[in-house]
Structure formats: C-alpha cells, structure tokens
C-alpha cells in the first residue's frame, strides 16, 4: 500500500498509529478536525476533515490507498463517509471492539456497540478490503479513571474493584494495526487484541500506586456513588456501558489473547510496563 489515510489520527491509538507507520517509511497523512493543534512531526502531512461532514473527506481522500478508521463522531454521517473512502481507497482498518467475544465483559448491550455493528456491516458489504481490530480495555484508560484522584492525594474510591480487564497498551493495537495496513494477508480477519495478563481493578491500582512509590488506600465504593461521581466527568452512555462491563466481568478471569504476540513476533506489553511508561501521568 503507498499512502494511508489515519482517522483518528490526534487520538489515543490513531497517534500511535502515525508514528509507527512513518517508521516504516510509509507515506502517511493524518486527518484532524483541527490540524492547527494536532502536533505531528514536520513529515506527516495534517489534513482537515469531518466525519460529520463527509463532504469535507473527499479532498483527505485524495489518492489515498488504506483507512486506519477510529469512529468516535455521532452515527447520523457513517453511510456518507464510508461511501466516500469506499469511492477512494482499497483497503480499510477499522478499530472496533470484542463485539463477537462471549465473555460477558464484552456482551453488555450499549449504543456504542450499536455504532460498530453498523460501521462492520457497511465495510463488509463495501467492496473493501477490510480487517477489523477488536481490542478490549485500553491502558491508557487508567490515566482517566483514576489520573484525578492520584494526582490530588492518596485514597482512590473506586467501584467493582475485583472486576479483572487485561489492559492492552495502545501500541501493541497500533502495531497489529501497521501490519494489516502495510502487509498482505489480513484481509477478512477479526483481530481479538488484548493486554498479556487479567488484572483486578485493585491490582490495576496498586501497580501504578507500586510504581509512584505511593501507598494508596483503594476503597470500593457502590456502583450508586461511582455512578454519581464519574457523571460529572463522563457522558452517562459510557459511564452505564463501564459500569455494567464491570459487574458483568466479575467472577471469571478477563478474556486474553495471544493475538499482539502471534502477528508482531513480540509478546503485548504487560500493564505493570505500561505504567512505569505513563507513571509522570499519575504524579501531581
Ligand atoms: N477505550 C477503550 O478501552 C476502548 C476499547 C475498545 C475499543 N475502543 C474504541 O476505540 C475508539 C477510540 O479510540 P481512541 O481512544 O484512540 O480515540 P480518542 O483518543 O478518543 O480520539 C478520538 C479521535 O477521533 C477524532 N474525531 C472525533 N470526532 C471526529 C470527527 N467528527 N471527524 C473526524 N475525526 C474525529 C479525533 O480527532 P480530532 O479531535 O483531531 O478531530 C481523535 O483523533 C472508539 O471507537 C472506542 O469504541 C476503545
């Protein structure tokens, strides 16, 4: 493939993406809404684009080969948009998540899932070749759940503490991602990636408290109060999609795959590696 479009490109994975990609010597362009502050290196080339405006995607399409595709914008656009990249380009990589996993982590009804269901079933029927990456629980989500309360003292009040995920780094799903943009045979394929290790919530806590040499003290609160609290933060869909997730994955380990390890040749990146990466994130 000569020319990759990311979408998603400023994002948590979407950025890994560019930067891996651009090592391979590929020619990269990444779409912002707002290039002016999307801050990539001088060689990536920064186009302006809207989801929400799929008008605005032909001009970023333009002799572009493969789509790394991240969709976090509303779903009123999806049938415009992905009939434009569809129009212009081969090959499609789409982030989704474990929709098809029977764990009942990855089973909760939410209108996210609705969301990727749809965008699977335009790709497939789209002529394109397609591969869809199906991680479970970023790592980077850490920063975000539990970021505030580390950085303002040592108590993290948290819900379901013994709920196990198995936090996948954002650059081992950026590297499966590289390969199915740049190599053959990973058209059709549904790439389950997840973190090497099921990990409590607590465990999840404490590593990064371990790391920061701080003692935190953990305390579990009702899924009530957590409710309450993490709305002020959170728009209520994902925080109901989290906090059912959470009860739903209690009791069992958290699903792992090897997956990350079988199509990069190097084993995913443990969540206590992760943490001793972001640890400047969590210190006040
Ligand atoms: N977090 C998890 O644990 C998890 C697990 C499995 C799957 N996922 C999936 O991963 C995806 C999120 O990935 P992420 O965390 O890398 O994303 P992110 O950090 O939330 O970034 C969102 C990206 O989407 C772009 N964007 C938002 N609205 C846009 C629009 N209207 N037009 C064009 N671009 C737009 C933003 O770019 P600009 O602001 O620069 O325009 C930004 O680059 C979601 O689809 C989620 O369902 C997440």
Known sequence: MNRTLIIGATGNVGRQVVSQLSATGAQVRALSRNPDAARFPQHV??????LAR???????LDGIDAVFLVWTAPPATIVPALERIADHAQRIVFLSAPLKTPHPFFQQPNPARLVGEQIERLIETSGLEWTFLRP?????????FWGPQIRAGDVVRWPYLAAPTAPIDECDIAAVAVRALCEDGHAGAEYVLTGPQSLSQFEQVS?????????????????????????????AVA????????????????????????LTGIPARTFLNWASEHAGEFRA
Not at 54 to 60: F, I
Not at 136 to 144: H, I, L
């Open 45 to 50: 080339e920064v186009v302006r684009g809207d």
């Open 54 to 60: 799929p008008e605005s995607l032909d001009r970023c």
């Open 136 to 144: 479970g629980m970023f790592a980077g989500n850490s920063v975000r």
């Open 207 to 235: 590593t990064i408290g371990r790391l920061i040499g701080r003692s935190l003290r953990i305390e579990e609160i009702s899924p009530d109060e957590a409710r309450r609290e993490l709305l002020a933060g959170m728009p």
């Open 239 to 262: 925080v109901n999609m989290l906090l059912d997730a959470w009860a739903a994955a209690l009791g069992q380990p958290a699903f792992v795959t090897s997956t990350v390890a079988e």
